[in-house]
């Protein structure tokens, strides 16, 4: 039985404001995470986080709208999720203002203890590329690591 999670992006059919007047238009994306289990994803709702309607999370970047439910007060919140991570995680990931799909999947490595590097921030500048890494091990055991990558570019 092959267990793995996926951060994907779910298109809603709200637009930002910044993208009211354009054509065509440009809907709003944000991220969602899924547990896939010998290559089905694990249906699940998840909430836009623009207009807050329900998707039905069908499969990796598929979702439909729910119709006739407009809130999920019973869906997951970064607060709940907090109980049950360590205190020193909880708090470096509060601080590092991470979307509710970061968290389902850092608790989905935690709970499956899986090891995984899940890139916290990055930082672009011209050909330097710094991460902000958290590294997550077997034991459940964390490290915070930063990473530099440097791009060469080479010139015709």
Known sequence: MALEGIRHLIECHCVLPQYRNSNPPVFHKFIVFSA??????????????NCGILHRIVDICKSEIVHGLEEGSSLRSIEDLK??????????????????ATWEFI??????????DVVINKTEAGDITQLK?????????FKIRNETRQVDVEVH
């Open 36 to 49: 896939i289990n010998d290559d089905q994803v694990q249906k699940k709702l998840a909430q836009c986080n």
């Open 83 to 100: 109980v049950s991570f360590p205190q020193k995680l909880s708090d470096f990931l509060v601080v590092q203002k991470l979307d509710i």
């Open 107 to 116: 608790e989905f490595l935690i709970d499956n203890k899986l090891e995984k």
């Open 133 to 141: 890494i958290l590294q997550i091990n077997a034991d459940g055991t």
